[in-house]
């Protein structure tokens, strides 16, 4: 999957990097790299912590299945 992210130099010299696309997916890093793979990682845990909260909402019925994208 590709995502657009922001970055932005904090005062503290620190690179904000967020992911506008997914609320409240925002990491950090002391430099542009170190951010974006911060915010690759962020990315992840933010799909997976939301596809949890899917998980116990499904009807026990239903067949799951899981998918790489």
């Known amino acids: 999957m590709i995502f657009h992210v ?21 990491s950090q890093g002391r430099d542009e790299k170190e951010a974006l793979d911060n ?9 997976w912590a939301e596809d949890q909260k899917a998980i116990e909402q499904l009807p026990v019925d239903r ?7």
Do not use: N, S
């Open 6 to 26: 922001t970055l932005e130099h904090a005062e503290d010299d620190w690179v904000v990097a967020e992911c506008p696309a997914l609320p409240g997916c925002v």
């Open 39 to 47: 915010i690759k990682e962020a990315i992840t845990a933010w799909m």
């Open 63 to 69: 067949m799951q299945m899981v998918v790489a994208v």
